[in-house]
């Protein structure tokens, strides 16, 4: 198993220390979608004209693994999901980059690669992942990054996913 040399978690929740509290967004429609923005947390957001509001589960809501390949390249995000948000699962069964397991999990994939190595897949963070909710009912995660180093990070832009401007709302 290789060991990623991640940025201490006092850097990352030090608030002076904003660079390391990107967060990436995964909004949830039937094109995949991310957006990168800083600093978390966030109360809301607008990417595509559309505003999305925190839906009030809080910052922290489940466990995530980033789901990488044998040369940890992140390949998408696996959610673990609550009890209670079943909801979640019901929504995005239909994406077709999204595996749910029902009561447990949302495979999220960034791109058409699913060679998962489960090796490089365990990192069960927990450092930020709010979900958001638009107007019309469109719903978003937000992952935070800190844990993520650079390759990893620039291992995110692929053809699978449209990359967006996402706006802070204060």
């Known amino acids: 198993m290789k060991f990623r040399k991640p940025i201490r978690a006092a850097e990352v929740l030090d608030k002076k220390n904003l660079d390391a509290r990107e967060c990436l967004l995964v909004i ?22 559309k505003n999305y509001r925190d839906s009030g589960w809080g910052n922290f809501t489940a466990f995530y693994d980033w789901l990488r390949d044998s040369d940890s390249k992140v ?11 079943d909801f979640l699962a019901q929504y995005a069964k239909e994406l077709p980059y999204v595996h ?65 401007e996402a706006h802070r709302i204060d």
């Open 28 to 49: 949830l429609q039937p094109q995949l979608v991310l957006a990168k923005i800083r600093p978390w947390p966030l109360v809301g957001f607008v990417c595509e004209g």
């Open 100 to 164: 749910v397991d029902p009561s447990r999990n949302l495979e999220i994939y960034f791109s058409e690669r699913r060679a998962i190595d489960q090796l490089h897949s365990g990192d069960q963070d927990f450092l930020y992942d709010p979900i958001f909710r638009s107007e019309d009912g469109q719903y978003a995660i937000g992952f935070g990054m800190g844990w993520l180093n650079d390759a990893e990070i620039l291992s995110l832009q692929n053809p699978g996913a449209q990359f967006v």
């Open 75 to 85: 390949l998408g995000v696996r959610y673990w999901l609550e009890s209670d948000m």
